[in-house]
């Protein structure tokens, strides 16, 4: 039994619907109109207006700490990408680079993006491209040594092409996994946005080389209907080797 704005009870077929519908304002396209609609009626977007995250992706960053436990008190963490910065926030409060959990380590979070971001309490916010020479010595430099984590929620811009779309994002995060390698301490922990398609195979192959631990998951956050999946990649063996270390599915 649901009450009305008016207080009235309704049930059975005269049920009302509380989903939020938005009508197709002139000049707005139709996509436009069912994406407004599907944010709106989205509940990780509802709750993230309300906990304070800059988006809905915070939660899933969340997620795959909630289960794979790298985002520790006084880890040294790298967002690359990190705008609008959801991820940086999420990182701050569990690292503790905020310093709010007392007798606990105080991390850093150490943010990169090509385009200005908003400050983030807690993070440290640089505008650079990451594939710039030296672009791994300035983020040591800033961080003031090596990362425990780089994490990269970086998606290329759509051409409207799933097939092209698939390959610009495993190349951009085979990018940032060679990177990861200049940057990480051993035993730190690599986390990125892949998207299903089958082009990721070489990606998870070097992966396996130089981490002890290689997995796939799609979070709870992530939509049912979006084909994109997250790598974790743990215990960073400090080189390339050539035996394959273990895979979870």
């Known amino acids: 039994m649901v009450k009305t704005p008016s ?38 977007v509802v709750r993230a207006k309300k906990e304070g995250y800059r988006g809905r992706a915070a939660y899933k960053i969340l997620e795959l700490d909630d289960k794979f436990r790298f985002l520790v008190p006084g880890a040294r963490v790298v967002d690359l990408g990190c705008a609008p910065g959801g991820w940086c926030q999420v990182a701050a409060r569990r690292v503790n680079s905020l310093g709010e959990k007392t007798g606990k380590r105080v991390g850093r979070v150490l943010g990169v993006d090509l385009q200005e971001v908003d400050p983030v309490p807690g993070a440290e916010i640089h505008q650079l491209d990451f594939l710039e020479e030296g672009a791994d010595e300035k983020i040591k ?12 929620d970086m998606a290329a811009s759509s051409s409207g092409h799933q097939n ?28 990125a946005k892949v998207l299903a398609g089958g082009a990721e195979g070489e990606l998870l192959n070097v992966l396996k080389k130089n981490f002890t631990k290689v997995a796939n998951v799609k979070p709870p956050a992530s939509r049912s209907n979006s084909s994109e999946k997250f790598v974790i990649a743990q215990g960073y063996r400090g080189k390339r080797h050539e035996g394959a270390g273990e895979v979870d599915e």
Not at 141 to 152: I, K, P
Not at 164 to 191: K, N, Q, W
Request: aromatic letters at 8%; glycine letters at 10%; charged letters at 25%.
């Open 7 to 44: 207080g009235k009870n309704t049930s059975g077929r005269g049920q009302r619907d509380l989903r939020v519908r938005v009508k197709t304002a002139k000049g707005r396209r139709l996509s436009s109109t069912l994406w407004l609609e599907r944010q709106l009626n989205d509940p990780y």
């Open 164 to 191: 092209t779309d698939h390959l610009r994002i495993i190349t951009l995060c085979e990018a940032a996994a060679y990177f990861s390698f200049d940057v990480l301490e051993e035993g730190g922990t690599f986390v």
């Open 141 to 152: 430099h800033w961080l003031g040594g090596t990362a425990d984590v780089v994490m990269s």
